[in-house]
């Protein structure tokens, strides 16, 4: 029998993962097994242009005509349920495993949701094609959305709903949204966009509670006010899927536990995208990591690393986009409390800015709004910046 | 021939966008002049503006990447291929040759 990877998870990680195999030249069977009915897709449109209803299923699929040349073995509809360590096989829901040489694990993450939230109508997460599918379904007919949580998907869904012409509510319980990745000064500036268009938001308040029989009609906040809602988004975080990894012998924290080169301690099993938990040299500690870039990248170190053939650990220079209210929002690097941020570029009331965050006189992390030039030169200069380390 | 610019405007790593019917980018790799379409094929932006890394350019919002000689993607989430335009330079000048929608990209 010809050498098997099995690639547990079909979005961007597992897509990259079997494509970086390819590329360095690993010629045996891969398997990708995905539980969700869709082909790899692409996640950052379903809370912009796809809920919009601007961009089709067409236009988000990630697969490129040149993915049949990968010769990949497809198991979707297939949720993996367990791993045996000693004969390194996936055991699929359907009773059958899939014996293998290699084991990718890239199962991502879920929504988290309200408690309470079960079994009520007009109630949404976002995070999935169906997810987008059944939450554009139901703005259509609504007239007030109230979004739970201000982050980035939350703050996307309420420009998205007030294009469509919702009346949109966001409530955060922290103070200052996105305070955590931007810093409280730039995620102050980052809200305003909220007010810009519309939307109002309600920060420092917490949900009580979710009013309705049947089907929701109401958010009930912690002050007894109710927010009247024929729809409401819960945008409040991700969890890893790693459950169904308990029993298996893989070393779990908050994701998948990998050094930094994507190698868990079960040799030939390695880790990557969202359910993976990285060790950081620079953080000294594991770090998961949920943006786009580091499903993209993290791959190819992975798959080095299964094929025995990996260099020296990359040092990535972390990256993610936000597009809200047609503004673009790009941020690279790593923040940390006590870094100086200052406006470089632009002003902040123009909505167009470039922000440097210094740390110890040395810029760590860069902010843009609507400057992709100069944000570019400068997220550059930080990833020439970074040293690699072995 | 469109003209773009003096070659001492353009140093390697630089880029600079020219307006056209569809506007086009232009790159100096290490002396080598590149023309592509200008605008990601993914969403609107503009790739004058993205990362120039060898001979692919990565686009500044998305991160597609496109191969400068060819044209084709070389990174998601784009799956369709930017027009190539010849590149001439004569007595210091850069101009390009823009290729007509019909002959698209294969």
New interface residues.
């Given amino acids: 029998m010809s050498p098997t990877v099995a690639v547990v998870g079909a979005s961007?990680a597992g897509l990259s993962a079997a494509r970086a195999l390819r590329d360095q030249s690993y010629d045996g069977h891969i398997v990708v097994i995905g539980d969700e009915v869709h082909a790899p897709y692409?996640r950052?449109p379903l809370s912009k242009?796809f809920l919009a209803g601007t961009a089709s299923l067409d236009d988000?699929?990630?697969?490129?005509?040149d993915d049949e040349d990968l010769g990949l073995e497809w198991r979707l509809r297939t949720t993996a349920v367990g791993l045996d360590h000693v004969s390194r096989s996936v055991l699929l829901d359907d009773g059958s495993e899939i014996r293998a040489d290699g084991v990718v694990l890239a199962t991502g993450a879920r929504a988290r949701r309200l408690r309470g939230s079960e079994g009520l109508d007009g109630v949404h997460v976002l995070r999935s094609l169906d997810d987008a599918i059944s939450l554009r379904e139901d703005l259509a007919a609504a007239e007030r959305l109230v979004v739970i949580g201000a982050g980035f998907i939350g703050a996307e869904v309420a420009s998205t709903a007030r294009k469509l012409g919702l009346e949109v509510t966001v409530v955060e319980t922290q103070p200052i949204p996105l305070a955590g990745p931007l810093g409280a000064e730039m995620g102050a500036v980052c809200a305003e966009l909220h007010a810009d268009h519309g939307t109002r938001l309600l920060t420092a308040t917490g949900v009580a509670g979710l009013v309705g029989v049947g089907r929701v009609e109401a958010v009930e906040l912690t002050d007894g006010t109710h927010l009247p809602a024929d729809v409401v988004v819960v945008g409040i975080g991700a969890t890893p899927n790693i459950d169904w990894l308990a029993h298996s012998g893989v070393a779990l924290g908050n994701g998948v536990l990998t050094d930094a080169r994507g190698a868990t301690n079960i040799p030939g099993v390695v880790a990557v995208g969202d359910c993976a938990a990285a060790w950081s040299a620079s953080a000294e500690r594991h770090v998961r990591i949920e943006h786009?870039?580091n499903a993209?990248e993290q791959p190819a170190t992975a798959a080095a690393t299964l094929l025995g053939t990996g260099g020296p650990a990359p040092t990535p220079v972390p990256?993610f986009?936000s597009?809200q209210y047609g503004a673009?929002i790009?941020f690279a690097g790593t923040r940390r409390e006590g870094d100086i941020a200052q406006v470089v570029e632009g002003s902040c009331a123009d909505r167009s800015f470039l922000v440097v965050y210094e740390r110890d006189g040395v810029p760590a992390a860069v902010l843009g709004m609507n400057q992709?030039?100069l944000?570019?030169r400068w997220?550059?200069q930080l990833r020439s910046a970074v040293p690699t380390t072995s | 021939m469109i003209p773009v610019c003096p070659t001492t405007a353009l140093p390697p790593g630089e880029a600079t966008r020219v307006e056209a019917d569809e506007p086009i980018a232009v790159f100096n790799v290490d002396g080598d002049f590149y023309a592509i379409d200008d605008t990601c094929t993914h969403?609107d932006?503009?790739l004058?503006?993205?990362?120039l890394d060898g001979c692919a350019v990565e686009c500044?919002?998305?991160?597609s990447c496109f191969d400068l000689r060819t044209g084709k993607?070389s990174?998601?989430?784009a799956?369709t291929p930017v027009r190539t335009h010849r590149v001439v330079v004569r007595d210091g000048m850069i101009y390009v040759q823009a290729e007509t929608a019909a002959d698209g990209a294969a």
């Fill in positions: 961007l692409d950052p242009d988000i699929a990630l697969g490129a005509p786009w870039t993209l990256y986009w597009d673009r790009q992709p030039r944000f570019t997220r550059r | 969403q932006a503009s004058a503006d993205g990362w500044p919002l998305h991160a993607v990174g998601p989430p799956k």
